[in-house]
């Protein structure tokens, strides 16, 4: 019951501060309600008795990528409110895609006919995986992830890596004439490349 | 919890070559600089090699690897030897291209490697997250070297549109990925392909379209073609070329195995769907190539009708329907990576030429040009006796022994529409008045053009090698 309670009231307040994300004016209020997105959806998790996701969820999600996107939206100089100016007129067509979609997803869910043996036989074969009671998500996670998973998790450091060297190739420019440090050139530097003496005569004027 | 042992790394020896080798060459890179670029370009050709040869010599049997996310079996190393063909044929053609563009970076043949790497397991994928991973892997890559001329607007448009459709079609197919979990338990294929026997729920079905969704944006069937013009004449041409090949075989070779191998029980179920996208595929393909006057957005076009005429074999679903779709892409390999060898060959000073009619008149300026070009073009129109037709043959007689007749005749009408807009470029390059000349090929140019021109043309001579392979490779999914 009080399950039940909290489960619409995460629920629903993250339906509800989703919609506002789209229909924030300020930019930086979108993020914030991001934020309070992500935190119902870890609350979620939490019911759900998946604590591990729910605390990635807050420290990856909110920790990291969301106070990103609020310093890159506190920081880049774009108008917003330009940007959104022709956004009114392409309500009604979105508007109307949106509804097309409501009315499928409305029959499909109508004729929706799972038959309860089949996420049974789903649910008996995910179990076979399952880990033994009394071991918390963390250590189910940490005994498959690079065990049975480990190609997977090895390839997605790949995606990762193809990620990093994209970003470089496409934003990294070498500006000539940039001073940098050159601490081989700086210790290879002697008393005689480094000073110039000069005989000047005196009383002579420069 | 299994513990990988030393013979499961047997099998995924040509992907570890290319992962392992990848991150050397990355690493010359870094240390010498772009000076480095042209030894990066050899050892990654070299690279290509020594996989494709590891993949040619591992035995036909099945063997699944890696606590079951990874197999071979002869259909994988039949698309694997297609892809990495692909691949290297790609990197020959950009070197040229970028070193006079000013654009000549080691990152490229890096990431043309690493994209390769995922295709490769997006071929041998045995579970939804391999698939999954395999196809981020593979497209991640490709949108950044769609991106490559970064400061050409049309090239850094090209890699942002495909970024983000591409992302979108991942949210796709993880969705629906997600939905066959649920309903099936495991993202295993054996164990999705044996609780996945008979008549399935409408939200079983939801999930195969989505996923089917999320592939066919990869293969560039329409409804999901948008993409495919605006990228392929953004890209740098080296990049298109990359693009209109290799990335098909694996993306085709993921649909293939998901459907044929995994989802065999609702054969009728599928079925619909692949007869309707081939269908508007070949469609889009035919007319909305008739008004275009790039010729990367015709080429565009065609790969869109191409990739049609191959759904057919599939919707065919039977072996034969399996053996056409192979034989079929082969042939559009060769083709393709020909027409795109000509393509870049239509140099004017410093000017990369792209528009149909500045090819008026070739056949007197370029003969060797003007032939190989005529050659490519009547084989992907169809036109007996070039390999193009024979495709068309293997796949249209696979899908009528299906009893697939309203598609076949479709299909076939739609092939002469085409052939209009392919055979309207040969009487440009032969009847139309000269323009000015073209530079004269380079050696490498005239190798790939050569080549694909010779297997396009005497493809009936000799089908025997091809043809065996594809049967035997589609008899290891059966």
Redesign the interface.
């Known amino acids: 019951m009080v399950a039940a309670a909290f489960f619409y009231l995460f629920a629903g307040v993250c339906i509800a501060s989703a919609f506002m994300v789209i229909a924030g004016r300020n930019p930086v209020t979108s993020v914030l309600f991001l934020i309070l997105t992500f935190f119902n959806a870890a609350g979620l998790f939490i019911l759900i008795g998946a604590e591990f996701l729910a605390m990635m969820l807050v420290v990856v999600y909110v920790g990291a990528v969301a106070v990103l996107f609020l310093f890159v939206v506190m920081m880049i100089d774009v108008d917003f409110a330009e940007l959104r100016a022709g956004f009114l007129q392409y309500l009604p067509v979105g508007a109307l895609v949106g509804i097309v979609f409501l009315i499928e997803l409305v029959l ?1 869910v109508g ?5 309860p043996a ?2 049974h ?6 179990a076979t995986d399952a880990p033994r009671a009394g071991v918390t998500n963390t250590e189910a996670i940490g ?2 992830l690079y ?6 998790f090895q ?2 450091g ?2 990762l ?3 990093m ?2 970003a ?4 990294l420019r070498h500006k000539p004439n940039v001073k940098r440090q050159d601490i081989a050139a700086q210790v290879a530097r002697s008393h005689e490349t480094s000073v110039e003496l000069k005989n000047v005569p005196s009383r002579a004027g420069v | 919890m299994t513990s990988v042992t030393l013979p499961a790394l047997g099998s995924v020896l040509p992907e570890l070559l290319l992962a392992v080798g990848s991150l050397v060459l990355l690493l010359i890179g870094a240390v010498r600089g772009n000076r480095a670029s042209g030894t990066v370009n050899v050892l990654a050709l070299v690279l290509i090699a020594l996989a494709a040869v590891a993949v040619a010599v591992q035995g036909p049997e099945k063997v699944v690897a890696l606590n079951d996310a990874f197999i071979v079996d002869g259909f994988a190393r039949f698309w694997k030897i297609l892809a990495l063909v692909g691949s290297g044929v790609a990197i020959v053609l950009s070197r040229e291209f970028f070193v006079r563009e000013g654009l000549d970076k080691f990152e490229f043949p890096v990431l043309v490697l690493l994209s390769t790497l995922g295709m490769l397991l997006m071929i041998s994928a045995n579970s939804l997250l391999t698939l999954y991973v395999g196809l981020e892997l593979q497209s991640l890559a490709i949108y950044v070297i769609a991106a490559f001329d970064r400061d050409n607007p049309r090239s850094t448009e090209a890699g942002l549109k495909y970024f983000l459709l591409g992302a979108l079609s991942s949210g796709m197919l993880l969705y629906g990925s997600s939905l066959v979990y649920g309903l099936t338990g495991s993202v295993n294929f054996p164990a999705i392909a044996a609780a996945v026997q008979g008549e399935q729920g409408v939200l079983f079905i939801f999930g195969l379209v989505f996923i089917i969704a999320g592939l066919a944006f990869k293969i560039s069937a329409v409804p999901f073609h948008m993409w495919t013009p605006d990228v392929y004449e953004g890209a740098p041409t080296p990049v298109t070329a990359f693009l209109a090949a290799a990335p098909k075989m694996a993306a085709m070779a993921l649909i293939v195995r998901v459907l044929v191998g995994v989802f065999p029980g609702i054969v009728e179920q599928w079925q619909q769907i692949i007869v309707f996208v081939a269908i508007a595929s070949m469609a889009i393909g035919s007319f909305a190539a008739i008004g275009q006057r790039s010729i990367k957005r015709l080429m565009a076009y065609s790969s869109i009708g191409h990739m049609g005429y191959a759904l057919v074999g599939l919707a065919a679903g039977t072996e034969q329907g399996v053996q056409s779709v192979l034989i079929y892409m082969a042939i559009y390999l060769a083709t393709t990576l020909g027409t795109f060898a000509g393509i870049l060959a239509l140099r004017n000073g410093n000017v990369y030429v792209d528009r149909i009619e500045d090819l008026a008149g070739l056949s007197r300026t370029q003969p060797a040009l003007a032939f190989f070009f005529a050659m490519l073009f009547f084989s992907l129109a169809g036109i007996p006796p070039w390999a193009g037709f024979f495709g068309k043959f293997y796949v249209f007689s696979a899908a009528i022994d299906a009893g697939l007749y309203a598609l076949s005749i479709i299909g076939v009408l739609l092939s002469v529409v085409g052939a209009f807009y392919y055979l309207r470029i040969v009487k440009i390059i032969y009847f139309d008045e000269a323009k000015a000349p073209y530079e004269a090929m380079t050696p490498t140019l005239k190798l790939v053009l050569g080549v694909s021109s010779v297997v396009v043309l005497l493809f009936w001579v000799l089908p025997a090698p091809l043809v065996g392979s594809a049967v035997a490779a589609a008899k290891s999914l059966f």
Do not use: K
């Open positions: 499909v004729t929706l006919f799972v038959d089949v996420l036989t789903a649910a008996a074969a995910a005994l498959v065990t049975d998973y480990l190609f997977a390839t997605a790949f995606v890596l193809v990620a060297i994209g470089i190739v496409l934003t």
